[in-house]
T-cell receptor, first 117, second 114 residues
Framework: KAGVTQTPRYLIKTRGQQVTLSCSPI?????VSWYQQTPGQGLQFLFE???????NKGNFPGRFSGRQFSNSRSEMNVSTLELGDSALYLC????????????????FGAGSRLTVL | LAKTTQPISMDSYEGQEVNITCSHN???????ITWYQQFPSQGPRFIIQ???TKVTNEVASLFIPADRKSSTLSLPRVSLSDTAVYYC???????????????FGKGTKLSVIP
């Protein structure tokens, strides 16, 4: 079956602009979680959507937001871009989602590499 | 907060068995241990998951001692294509207000030498 698809793969923006990234999960998966990966901070959890509702959230400012549609596709938006937002943004889908036990298995997309100039 | 500690990097020759140990001293009773592999400019890929004792699949083995305060990922007979970063993930941290978040450590960069 098809994997997790993220678009666009690469994009360049300037400070102050906003960006929207898209993630199409594996068919049947209702959970989509988003991550920011940078060389300095590693992989950091942004938030998770499950059946169109934000269920879990990491420690990122309100400039980072997201939503999920009825077909489970998800978008992530970053407003008022800063240089420090340059990163690889990854999304992952799973059937059960982020839970207290970590028993869920995540399937990641290839990521969207954002460069802020 | 279930925090993990792994070696920053490891080197191995092709054909050798590689063992990467992850320390998770404050693992919770319900926590599972999951390992992911990541190649440059790609998303992490699930390798193996376990709760206790030993788990084996076609790619790797996972050894978990009785106290569950550590776990060891074993890769048999590595090849150049196993050069990647390996992440150990333990449970999901409760971040308050009914919210959980996944916490990835820094990972272990494995370099396989011909």
């Amino acid at each position: 079956k098809a994997g997790v698809t993220q678009t666009p793969r690469y994009l360049i923006k300037t400070r102050g602009q906003q960006v929207t990234l898209s993630c199409s999960p594996i068919s049947g998966h209702r959970s989509v979680s988003w991550y920011q990966q940078t060389p300095g901070q590693g992989l950091q959890f942004l938030f998770e959507y499950f059946s169109e509702t934000q269920r879990n959230k990491g420690n990122f400012p309100g400039r980072f937001s997201g939503r999920q549609f009825s077909n489970s596709r998800s978008e992530m938006n970053v407003s008022t871009l800063e240089l420090g937002d340059s990163a690889l943004y990854l999304c992952a889908s799973s059937s059960t989602g982020v839970s207290y036990s970590g028993a869920n298995v995540l399937t990641f997309g290839a990521g969207s590499r954002l460069t802020v100039l | 907060l279930a925090k993990t500690t792994q070696p920053i990097s490891m080197d191995s020759y092709e054909g050798q068995e590689v063992n990467i140990t992850c320390s998770h001293n404050n693992i919770a009773t319900n926590d599972y241990i999951t390992w992911y592999q990541q190649f440059p400019s790609q998303g992490p890929r699930f390798i193996i998951q376990g709760y206790k004792t030993k788990v084996t699949n076609e790619v790797a083995s996972l050894f978990i001692p009785a106290d569950r305060k550590s776990s060891t990922l074993s890769l048999p007979r590595v090849s150049l294509s196993d050069t990647a970063v390996y992440y150990c993930l333990v449970g999901d941290a409760y971040s308050g207000a009914g919210s959980y978040q996944l916490t990835f450590g820094k990972g272990t960069k494995l370099s396989v030498i011909p």
